[in-house]
T-cell receptor, first 112, second 109 residues
């Protein structure tokens, strides 16, 4: 099992550009999450999903969108990138809501 | 007051030492608690859940103090490989989940 995979590992965007961060899990978990982690700060939940076709906002959803068309995939879309979105983004999945989350390796995003 | 607070450290301890971290939370309706470990520039990984009665896993002991609203992590006989940042997670009964910012531990030879 690969677990949770994320692409890309690194990305530099210009202000106003858009991109999609990819996340895939092969553990057949219903629950998936997107977090951002800024230096010295705890992980902040952006969006989460309780199953294919169902998503909900977390603590910091502004500037992001998600979709969940399959159990395995949970892409995060950034529209009109801003410097405030410079961060490390982690995708995670779990069998039960919030319980024992498995994280991907992260995507380091810089917006200049 | 932050909803979940941790002393950022760093805690610098020699090999073999015992070290303890606390994580305080403000929501008295918090029901579930976890400790995660995060190595530098890596993803968090679950270390252990925290049960009401406390739990132990080898050199690691986690405890919950509901009256004072904190959880603790005790590491005995510290190893060099224990050097990492330790994150606490607190989940309220309305499924509001918060991560602490983490406590950095460095174990020195």
């Amino acid at each position: 099992n690969a677990g949770v995979t994320q692409t890309p590992k690194f990305r530099i965007l210009k202000i106003g550009q858009s991109m999609t961060l990819q996340c895939t899990q092969d553990m057949n978990h219903n629950y998936m999450y997107w977090y951002r982690q800024d230096p010295g700060m705890g992980l902040k939940l952006i969006y989460y999903s309780v199953g294919a076709g169902i998503t909900d906002k977390g603590e910091v959803p502004n500037g992001y969108n998600v979709s969940r068309s399959t159990t395995e995939d949970f892409p995060l879309r950034l529209e009109l990138a801003a410097p405030s979105q410079t961060s490390v983004y982690f995708c995670a999945s779990s069998r039960l809501l919030y319980n024992e989350q498995f994280f991907g390796p992260g995507t380091r995003l810089t917006v200049l | 007051r932050k909803e979940v607070e941790q002393d950022p450290g760093p805690f610098n301890v020699p090999e073999g030492a015992t070290v303890a971290f606390n994580c305080t939370y403000s929501n008295s309706a918090s029901q579930s608690f976890f400790w995660y470990r995060q190595d530098c520039r890596k993803e968090p990984k679950l270390l252990m859940s925290v049960y009401s009665s406390g739990n132990e896993d080898g050199r690691f002991t986690a405890q919950l103090n509901r009256a004072s609203q904190y959880i603790s992590l005790l590491i005995r006989d510290s190893k060099l490989s224990d050097s990492a940042t330790y994150l606490c997670v607190v989940i309220a009964n309305n499924n509001d989940m918060r991560f602490g910012a983490g406590t950095r531990l460095t174990v020195k030879p």
